[in-house]
């Protein structure tokens, strides 16, 4: 059975940061890349950082770029989400993605709120 579980989000000053972990287990994770979206109240889900599946390649959306990093650790199974620099309009649910081809998979999300 497939899943993808994430966790380190929570309640945090802007300017701060926030590590976030997404655990993989049940398909071959490094055959996949992994990317991590965001979606905030009544805004469409949004891509935020990519990973290929080797991690030797990363991209990011511009309004996180020199802020967020995004990495790998294959032997854990597991992708992380290194937010620093946190501003208010980075608060939303955070998602987990995998995808090879036309597979993907979804975490549950984890909430993250950027707030003083």
């Known amino acids: 059975q497939v899943q993808l579980v994430e966790s380190g989000g929570g309640l945090v000053q802007p300017g701060g940061f926030l590590r976030l972990s997404c655990a993989a287990s049940g398909f071959t994770f490094s055959r996949y890349a992994m990317s991590w979206y965001r979606q905030a109240p009544g805004k469409e889900r949004e891509l935020v950082a990519v990973?290929?599946?080797?991690?030797?390649?990363?991209n990011y959306v511009d309004s996180v770029k020199g802020r967020f990093t995004i990495s790998r650790d294959n032997a854990k199974n597991t992708v992380y989400l290194q937010m620093n620099s946190l501003k208010p309009e980075d608060t939303a649910v955070y998602y987990c993605?995998?995808?090879?081809?036309?597979?993907?998979?979804w975490g549950q999300g984890t909430q993250v709120t950027v707030s003083s």
């Open positions: 990973i290929t599946s080797d991690g030797g390649s990363t």
């Open positions: 993605n995998a995808f090879r081809g036309a597979q993907r998979y």
